[in-house]
Antibody, heavy 121, light 110 residues
Framework: QVQLVESGRGVVQPGRSLTLSCTASGFPFNMYAMHWVRQAPGKGLEWVAG????????YYADSVKGRFAISRDNSQNTLFLQMNSLRAEDTAMYYC??????????????WGRGTLVTVSS | SFELTQPPSVSVSPGQTARITCSGD??????TFWYQQKPGQAPLLIIY???ERPSGIPERFSGSRSGTTVTLTISGVQAEDEADYYC?????????????FGGGTKLTVL
């Protein structure tokens, strides 16, 4: 069955960097777009970034553009999120999600359990 | 960018029908998707492309649209349906739209 397992959780100081990973199994990873979605404590879902099949087309939310970088290694069935210049408002549970397309819109048919990132001094 | 607006909360008694709305100017031009999230769990896709249910989602969950508003209807609400519900759509009129979520609605089963 489809499984997505995030790793890389931690507490980091503002301004520092952190890399999240998401290891996929149970489906042809290289045939799917993959995304990151986050949820601040007690808040709603916020789409963060998306990456199409072979890593050439990437999209970012305005709130992370220029600071975060999404990438993938199809040989290792792994998705990454490099987070730089972290801010307190980046504190959230970060979910890895498999995307399908509804028309031109990505939607998320499978999610990982999430990994918690806390940005605090 | 486009925004999606949901009511913060909806309350119903068991067996009744719950309706959760999602409004946004982009909705006539983009599909809408719905997710259920229970405390401590990841979101679960329950409706895709406005009206379709993924395998394993009970028939009491349905979706509809009218103009700039889409509605998630839960018929015969059960205690286990108590959760947060999020709508999601595209955030662009161009090819391969970004994703945008509504603010979420907390469904309370009285």
């Amino acid at each position: 069955q489809v499984q997505l397992v995030e790793s890389g959780r931690g507490v980091v100081q503002p301004g520092r960097s952190l890399t999240l990973s998401c290891t996929a199994s149970g489906f042809p990873f290289n045939m799917y777009a993959m995304h990151w979605v986050r949820q601040a404590p007690g808040k709603g879902l916020e789409w963060v970034a998306g990456l199409w099949y072979y890593g050439r087309i990437k999209y970012y939310a305005d709130s992370v553009k220029g600071r975060f970088a999404i990438s993938r290694d199809n040989s290792q069935n792994t998705l990454f999120l490099q987070m730089n210049s972290l801010r307190a408002e980046d504190t959230a549970m970060y979910y890895c999600a498999r995307a399908s397309l509804g028309g031109t819109t990505p939607y998320f048919d499978f999610w990982g359990r999430g990994t918690l990132v806390t940005v605090s001094s | 960018s486009f925004e999606l607006t949901q009511p913060p909360s909806v309350s119903v008694s068991p067996g009744q029908t719950a309706r959760i709305t999602c409004s946004g100017d982009i909705l006539p031009r983009q599909y809408t998707f719905w997710y259920q999230q229970k405390p401590g769990q990841a979101p679960l896709l329950i409706i895709y492309q406005d009206t379709e249910r993924p395998s394993g989602i009970p028939e009491r969950f349905s979706g509809s649209r009218s103009g700039t508003t889409v509605t998630l209807t839960i018929s015969g609400v059960q205690a286990e349906d108590e959760a947060d519900y999020y709508c999601q759509s595209g955030d662009s009129d161009t090819t391969f739209a970004y994703a945008v979520f509504g603010g979420g609605t907390k469904l309370t089963v009285l």
